[in-house]
């Protein structure tokens, strides 16, 4: 510590060391008097020499240290050494004290004098020979061991010469180094072997100078230990450390001697094989430059940690540089020996482990594949307890690793496989085969899952079994999947069986026993049937039963009741162990002793149509109801494709009876033959026995039988009734179907029940004929079975009826309109013959031609083909050939002599004057072809048009060769008559120039 103080002793600076070794602070010391750090009873004679020092005027005062007690702040007093002095400085008088705190040397100094009585004592009990020699080459100590040695005690041999000590041969040794010290005044050690009786013996012995106060060496302390034991060991120890030179510089592992800055003071031959330099190369060199740069900071602090700390030896991995420039991880344990004095720095051993890292690296990554890996796995050593499981095992069986380590894989064990199983596993890898299987365990929260296992032995370098690695796969969802597969296989290859024996199935009535039989079948069922709803009554019916339940097939149940009924209703499937007893089955007593029963909907397009029953003695299984709801998927599809394509083909039926009906009403204008048609049609389509029509007569109000199909008598047509008297009166007097669902209720109420008593008829159905508001009739129809009809059914029988009404109606219409076509027809020809004799009377002279010329025109077209039809136009157009006639003065027609060019300009008009006055008339113009053109001629010089050749119709080239003909033969006012050879040359010369040819010649040959 240093201390300033002034000349009145008040301290003016302290340093750090006195208050470490006063205990106070600097702030408590300064301005305070010296005597605070001082013992009371020590304050009188400080004053007193600090008053002495000050009055005696010195101003210097050598350094020479003092002894004196200090006190601590704590009360305890202190040793202290102090050196001081003064110094002036600005006038002002200030001494400065050096104090040690001198307590460990006094401490000490009292354990020296202690020692020096102790190492007397260890002297005496020391097995070494201890002995002082004076310069007289006397004894003057001997410690017992010594004189034990030589066979006596210490007073034997004190104040003897030393030659009684040790043998000549020593003792003329020891001489000259006994003088040596005592010239010298230095200790010396000398190693000497020595011959004994009992054998060599190695002495070690010191010899070291006692001093007199006057530091004049005036005897030897000589120390004699037998170091023959040392010897030996030094010369196995030299020999060892040969051996460890020799290892250390051929091991593997490199020995490196690093100093305290990290200099290489040693590094042996093998390091070449891990950086690839010589060892001389190295050595000077600083091992941290050699140290990657990210591994350099972590080596140099722990390095410096190993300087600083008393730490044990410390291990690090870093990469250290190659010489062909590549990086090589190695692993080094560090000693710190520098404070040995043998070693004095260091110790490193490395070691290459770049392969080993890399190996690590490698396993890490597989530890780590291992570890994420979806697999679990188990090791266990060989006798099968757990020594490891990855996390996968815990997700997959609920234990962690600290659970099961040390457990059996037993605690895994479901009951599930037998004793058998588990040997032959065992057998397997105790062999050193792998084992594979897939085995049903038990989590540890008692749930079971089905693992599929993998058991690899693993052999140590000797071949020996040691482990054995368990990698479990879950597959508790593939053998789920797989179950499903195969559940979902049987139900395809049973549905595939259902389909395939529907394709079979052409008919609604064909599939449905089908669909039973392949119930009955795939489910093992004794009962079974298929029930649909009335769409009409909302009845249950059971169309069709099979097995046990077959005579059930017909049977109605009330709209909702019977588990068919509430099935149909929900849309829900119904199963039941105990039918008998179950509230909700219809006529318990109908199930008999068939106590197992599943029931489905029959679902199309959201839509539940109907059911499907299958029962037997034992439970069904969830599986079977899936099945069966398949099935039924399928069949209410199937069914109703069936029911639509039926539906479509009647409805085309129906659609073709209509049309057969509507080309009847086309083709036929009688009536009976059109009714025949009719009728045949709505037998048919309505898939009734017979039926009938009768016809309302509207003069006596009465029906009466028109026509009929299907009756086994001929007493429907005898039938007369009343409007409102029976079925059919009832029908045409309210306008409305009426309905006889079953005529045997209705008894002797039925108005023709005598009459058809011989047909056992069931069900009628009368529907009035209405057409433009007017009752034409009743259709009737008639069934000798059970007749349920559908809406459909009976809009088709409306239909019918309705096209009966418009075929009477149109029938009638026709009827009529023919008799009046054929009355205006014979006004018509009344008419036209009329005129014609009207056109007579005005010509006498032609009198009787017109009637001639037309018979034979007709004669002469029937004889060139001409149709029957055409011929009634042609004669028309015959009687009226000189109608335009009407339009000549009589003054012309009427002349007696021959007419002027100019008369006979207007009598060539009188063909454009028929077609005037023809024209307008629709009925006439197609008769107009004679008035109009038959004085036009063949080769063109005709009038009014100068039509020539076939462009001249047919009818006027057939009349105006008759025409000619007719008024050659007769006489008129400006010549006579010819005879029939002359007009018949005559024609003959103009045909092909007037008339046609071909006409012409079948003409006369009609005339001959």
């Not at 780590?368 to 266990?380: E, H, L």
């Not at 509207?698 to 007493?715: C, D």
């Not at 021959?898 to 005037?916: C, F, G, Q, S, V």
């Not at 036009?936 to 057939?958: S, V």
């Amino acid at each position: 510590a240093i201390i300033t103080i002034d000349a009145e002793s008040r301290i003016l600076f302290v340093n750090s060391a006195a208050e470490v070794i006063f205990g106070y602070t600097t702030a408590e010391l300064l301005g305070q008097p010296l005597t605070r750090l001082m013992p009371e009873w020590l304050w009188p004679m400080h004053l007193a020499a600090l008053a002495r020092y000050i009055a005696s005027g010195q101003r210097h005062v050598d350094w020479r240290a003092i002894e004196m007690t200090g006190r601590h702040k704590n009360g305890t007093e202190i040793p202290l050494e102090l050196s001081f002095n003064d110094f002036v400085e600005d006038g002002r008088h200030t001494i400065t004290g050096i104090i040690r705190d001198i307590t460990e040397r006094k401490r000490a100094e009292a354990a020296l004098r202690e020692s020096e009585e102790r190492y007397r004592t260890l002297a005496e009990a020391a097995h070494d020979s201890i002995f002082i020699i004076n310069r007289d080459d006397r004894i003057e100590y001997l410690n017992s061991f010594a004189a034990r040695q030589l066979g006596g005690q210490p007073e034997d041999f004190v104040g003897q010469p030393r030659a009684l000590l040790f043998p000549s041969s020593v003792s003329d040794r020891q001489s000259a180094s006994l003088q040596q010290v005592l010239e010298t005044g230095l200790p010396i050690y000398a190693e000497t072997k020595t011959a004994f009786p009992g054998g060599d013996v190695w002495l070690g012995t010191w010899l070291v100078p006692l001093r007199n106060e006057a530091e004049e060496a005036h005897s030897v302390l000589g120390i004699s230990r037998d170091i023959t034991d040392r010897i030996r060991a030094e010369a196995a120890q030299a020999a060892s450390e040969r051996r460890f030179r020799a290892l250390i510089e051929n091991s593997s592992d490199v020995v490196a001697l690093v100093g305290a800055d990290g200099t290489i003071l040693y590094e042996s031959p093998s390091g070449s094989r891990v950086h690839g330099y010589a060892s001389e190369d190295r050595v000077g060199q600083n091992a941290f430059e050699w140290i990657h740069p990210e591994d350099v900071q972590a080596v140099v602090s722990l390095f410096a940690q190993l300087l600083q700390e008393p730490l044990p030896n410390v291990t690090a991995q870093a990469r250290v540089r190659h010489r062909d420039g590549s990086w090589r991880w190695v692993e080094a344990e560090a000693a710190n020996l520098l404070a040995e004095p043998s070693v004095q720095a260091v110790v490193i051993n490395y070691r290459d482990i770049t392969e080993r890292k890399l190996a690590e690296e490698r396993l890490r990554l597989q530890s780590a594949a291992i570890g994420s890996a979806a697999s679990a796995i188990v090791i266990t050593d060989r006798n099968g307890h757990i020594t490891w499981v990855n996390p996968a095992f815990t997700r997959l069986t609920g234990y962690g690793l600290e659970e099961v380590r040390g457990q059996n894989p037993r605690i895994l064990k479901s009951g599930q496989q037998d004793e058998a199983f588990y040997r032959n596993l065992w057998e397997t890898v105790l062999a050193g085969r792998v084992w594979h299987g897939e085995i049903v365990n038990r989590r540890k929260d008692g749930s079971l899952y089905t693992e599929e296992m993998t058991i690899t032995p693993v052999r140590d370098e000797r071949g020996t079994i040691t482990h054995f690695v368990d990698i479990k796969h879950d597959i508790t969802e593939r053998k789920q999947a797989e179950a499903e597969i195969l559940r979902r296989n049987e139900e395809l290859a049973a549905i595939a069986a259902v389909s395939s024996a529907l394709r079979t199935a052409r008919t609604r009535a064909e599939m449905l026993p089908l669909i039973l039989d392949q119930v009955r079948e795939l489910l093992k069922a004794d009962g079974v049937d298929l029930s649909m709803r009335d769409p009409v009554s909302g009845e249950t019916v059971i169309e069709l039963a099979r097995g046990a339940w077959v005579h059930y097939t017909g049977l109605r149940y009330p709209p909702g009741e019977g588990v068919s009924g509430r099935v149909i209703a929900t849309g829900q499937a119904y199963v039941s162990d105990d039918l008998t007893s179950d509230a909700r089955v219809y006529r318990s007593e109908l199930v008999g002793d068939l106590r197992a029963g599943a029931c489905v909907p029959l679902i199309v397009q959201g839509q539940t149509i109907g059911a499907l029953w299958a029962a037997r003695k034992m439970p069904y299984a969830e599986s079977e109801v899936r099945l069966l709801t398949a099935i039924a998927d399928i069949a209410a599809n199937a069914i109703h494709r069936a029911t639509l394509h039926e539906q479509t083909e009647q409805r085309l039926e129906r659609l073709d009876g209509l049309r057969a009906i509507d080309g009847a009403i086309t083709a036929s204008l009688d009536l009976r033959v059109t009714l025949n048609v009719l009728l045949d049609q709505v037998t048919t389509q309505l898939r009734v026995d017979a039926a009938a029509v009768l016809l309302l007569n509207p003069n006596t109000h009465t029906l009466e039988y028109a026509a009929g199909r299907g009756f086994r008598t001929s007493a429907i047509t005898r039938a007369r009734l009343r409007l409102g008297e029976g079925h059919a009166g009832r029908a045409a007097l309210e306008r409305r179907v009426v309905s006889a669902p079953n005529l045997s209720e209705t008894g002797t109420a039925y108005a023709r029940a005598q009459l058809l008593a011989g047909e056992n008829f069931l069900v009628h159905h009368a529907a009035p004929l209405i057409a433009k508001g007017h009752v034409k009739g009743v259709l009737e129809v008639f069934h000798r079975a059970a007749l349920v009809p559908d809406p459909e059914w009976a809009d088709f029988l409306e239909t019918l009826a309705g096209q009966t009404a418009i075929a009477v109606d149109n029938l009638q219409l026709f009827e009529s309109l023919q008799r009046s076509n054929l009355e205006l027809g014979l006004a018509y020809d009344a008419t036209i013959e009329g005129w014609s004799r009207a056109l007579d009377l005005r010509d006498k002279e032609t009198e009787g031609h017109t009637r001639r010329v037309t018979e034979m025109t007709l004669r002469l077209a029937r004889a060139m083909s001409v149709g029957e039809e055409e011929l009634v136009h042609l004669r028309r157009g015959a009687l009226l050939h000189d109608i335009g006639k009407m339009g000549i003065p009589d003054g012309i027609l009427l002349k007696p002599g021959p007419l002027t060019d100019a008369e006979w300009t207007i009598m060539r008009k009188h063909p454009e004057y028929a077609y005037e006055m023809l024209y307008p008339i629709a009925y006439l113009r197609r008769a107009l072809d004679i008035p109009y053109c038959h004085h036009e001629k063949w080769d063109g010089t005709g009038y009014p048009r100068g039509l020539q050749g076939e462009a001249i119709p047919l009818a006027a080239r057939i009349f105006a060769t008759v025409d000619v003909w007719d008024a050659l033969l007769s006489d008129r006012p400006y010549r006579a008559a010819w005879r029939e050879e002359k007009v018949r040359d005559h024609i003959r010369s103009l045909a092909g120039a007037y008339f046609d040819p071909k006409v012409v010649e079948a003409f006369l040959a009609l005339e001959a």
